[in-house]
């Protein structure tokens, strides 16, 4: 983390104006993968019978419903992070272990496909040119960054995480939840706060997200060009 701090500090010095263009970037980016992440389950949960997260305003655009202080520093910083867990009542599903993993699902499927499309639209940019694409390219990296690794960081089975939830559901079907107490749950969590925190889990997840990036970029590259 500090070493990221003393790189953009580097590259303010450096060149302030691109710098400060790149931060506003990665803070719209950054907005927009996670709060439709967490609309994703809202808006899932509603069409499953849930109205709860609607009740509570989760299916807001507003960043303040959505956003965890710590989870946001470790996205811009580290790259992967997380926003606070929607509300959900599951006595209120149709189907509780069916629309449990639709629910759990939804947040990663939205990452994707906002991963997808804008991998598409920067490997269409190669066949315009200018000033202006330039930027469209940077913000549009930025924003397929952002969103795969959110797809690839939740799919980890660690509470409160989305992995958690489908393996609890597919493989266990819910009785994780019953089965650890509320205090082991807090410890798996801070554990799992102060492993993200140190950093030790970002190269692995950057030749994740790396290898999954360059094969749909090739991809689409194929297909186009």
């Given at each position: 983390?500090?070493?990221?701090?003393?790189?953009?500090?580097?590259?303010f010095?450096?060149?302030?104006?691109?710098?400060?263009?790149?931060?506003?970037?990665?803070?719209?980016?950054?907005?927009?993968?996670?709060?439709?992440?967490?609309?994703?389950?809202?808006?899932?949960?509603?069409?499953?019978?849930?109205?709860?997260?609607?009740?509570?305003?989760?299916?807001?655009?507003?960043?303040?419903?959505?956003?965890?202080?710590?989870?946001?520093?470790?996205?811009?910083?580290?790259?992967?992070?997380?926003?606070?867990?929607?509300?959900?009542?599951?006595?209120?599903?149709?189907?509780?272990h069916?629309?449990?993993?639709?629910?759990?699902?939804?947040?990663?499927?939205?990452n994707?496909?906002?991963?997808?499309?804008?991998?598409?639209?920067y490997?269409?940019?190669?066949?315009?040119?200018?000033?202006?694409?330039s930027?469209?390219?940077?913000?549009?990296?930025?924003?397929?960054?952002?969103?795969?690794?959110?797809?690839?960081?939740?799919?980890?089975?660690?509470?409160?995480?989305?992995?958690?939830?489908?393996?609890?559901?597919?493989?266990f079907?819910?009785?994780?939840d019953?089965?650890?107490?509320?205090?082991?749950?807090?410890?798996?969590?801070?554990?799992?706060?102060f492993?993200?925190?140190?950093?030790?889990?970002?190269?692995?997840?950057?030749?994740i997200?790396s290898?999954?990036?360059?094969?749909?970029?090739?991809?689409?590259?194929?297909?186009?060009?």
């Amino acid at each position: 983390m500090f070493r990221n701090l003393s790189a953009w500090l580097y590259s303010f010095r450096a060149n302030p104006l691109d710098t400060l263009i790149e931060i506003a970037m990665m803070m719209v980016a950054l907005l927009m993968s996670l709060i439709l992440h967490e609309i994703g389950h809202g808006y899932v949960a509603l069409k499953c019978g849930d109205p709860t997260a609607k009740w509570m305003g989760r299916l807001s655009l507003d960043p303040r419903r959505h956003l965890d202080p710590i989870g946001t520093v470790c996205m811009f910083l580290l790259g992967i992070g997380w926003a606070k867990p929607v509300p959900i009542n599951p006595n209120n599903f149709r189907n509780r272990h069916r629309d449990m993993i639709l629910v759990s699902i939804a947040g990663i499927c939205v990452n994707l496909m906002l991963f997808l499309l804008s991998t598409f639209l920067y490997v269409l940019s190669f066949k315009a040119s200018g000033t202006v694409i330039s930027y469209v390219q940077q913000f549009l990296v930025i924003l397929l960054t952002y969103n795969i690794s959110l797809a690839v960081f939740n799919l980890v089975p660690v509470p409160p995480l989305d992995g958690y939830r489908l393996v609890n559901q597919i493989f266990f079907r819910g009785s994780l939840d019953r089965q650890m107490s509320p205090q082991t749950m807090q410890i798996i969590h801070f554990t799992f706060l102060f492993v993200c925190l140190s950093g030790v889990l970002s190269s692995t997840f950057s030749r994740i997200c790396s290898f999954c990036m360059n094969g749909v970029a090739g991809l689409f590259f194929r297909m186009l060009y």
